[in-house]
């Protein structure tokens, strides 16, 4: 989802409370190519213009959330993880261009742990640009304070050389490799190679037909893969960290659980169930958390 670091990790643990299909598949083998860094011009922008790509539209008043059971593999501590992505009717003037603003908030545990401003801006032929983002981390101690804030990986373009790169390609091409950011001096420099567009996937959001997938990786974190898969009309539906380009299996899956709108809040509807299932199995995970850790924050609740 927007906002979401494109690089997670973690170690996913199945539960049919959100439950979603996706067969694994190793992923095709494509001639290598270094990724491009499209030419940026403030001029191929037109202010106040929608950001209206089939396959990243940003409706202002939109609500993307997505939930998964996540686990670190580094430290193997667990928990119940919402990404939740909001479409503001904000903008921001960066490098001459009115880029959107959209708050991204991820909750481990009912915790808020990133709180992230990410920016983008569609040009005239309908490519979708990753202006930059305004990001924090924050870490707690056993008494739920806040001990210490993250801003790394925060970048604007034309701040310390920094270029924008896309986030969603106007037309779309199996293989096109191309730079998302490119902030060597903020160690920003995702790149994405789409590697099908015609992938349907099952997610508690919904039934997604003709979906592109990417391959994404960054040269800041050397040996990571996530993919993630867009759906038309809708954005990232399903996102899988730590992939194994081998099996094509992830550690962790993160599905698109809802979306919702300020004039229309079902829009989207969940199928039957999938909240109460979630509740259940996100009281469950937290309770085994707060056993571990030792500490006293709330488990948490899950609902639309």
């Known amino acids: ?51 209206n790509n089939t396959y990243f539209p940003l409706v202002p008043g939109t609500t993307y959330r997505s ?41 481990l545990d009912n915790v808020l742990i990133e709180d992230t401003q990410d920016y983008y801006a569609q040009d005239k032929s309908g490519n979708v640009w990753y202006m930059g983002e305004s990001t924090k981390a924050f870490e707690y101690d056993d008494n739920g304070k806040i001990v210490s804030t993250d801003t790394s990986g925060s970048w604007l373009t034309g701040v ?19 730079y998302q950011e490119f902030s060597p001096a903020d160690d920003a420099v995702d790149q994405a190679k789409i590697v099908s567009l ?37 954005g990232p539906a399903l996102v899988q960290e730590n992939l ?24 989207v509807p969940l199928p039957p169930g999938v909240w109460t299932g979630m509740a259940g199995l996100a009281a469950v995970l937290c309770a085994t958390a707060v056993s571990r850790r030792g500490d006293r924050r709330r488990c948490p609740v899950v609902g639309r």
């Open 1 to 51: 989802m927007p906002g979401r670091s494109p690089l997670g990790a973690g170690r996913v643990v199945a539960a049919a409370a959100v439950a979603f299909s996706f067969s694994a598949v190793v992923l095709p083998q494509i001639a290598p190519a270094g990724p491009i860094l499209p030419a940026f011009n403030p001029s191929n922008f037109t202010p106040g213009a929608p950001i």
């Open 67 to 107: 939930a998964a059971h996540t686990a670190d593999p580094d430290t193997g501590e667990s928990g119940f993880e919402v990404d939740e992505d909001v479409v503001t009717s904000q903008t921001r003037n960066i490098a001459g261009v009115p880029a959107r603003v959209v708050h991204s908030r991820v909750f």
């Open 160 to 178: 310390h050389g920094a270029k924008p790169g896309y986030i969603m390609p106007a037309h779309p091409t199996v293989g096109f490799n191309y």
């Open 198 to 234: 015609d992938r349907t996937i099952t997610v508690p959001a919904g039934h997604f037909t003709h979906t592109i997938r990417t391959l994404e990786s960054s040269a800041a974190e050397l040996g990571v893969f996530e993919s993630k898969f867009y759906a038309p009309g809708i």
């Open 244 to 267: 194994d380009l081998a099996t094509g299996e992830s550690l962790n899956k993160i599905p698109l659980v809802s979306i919702t709108h300020a004039n229309t809040p079902a829009a």
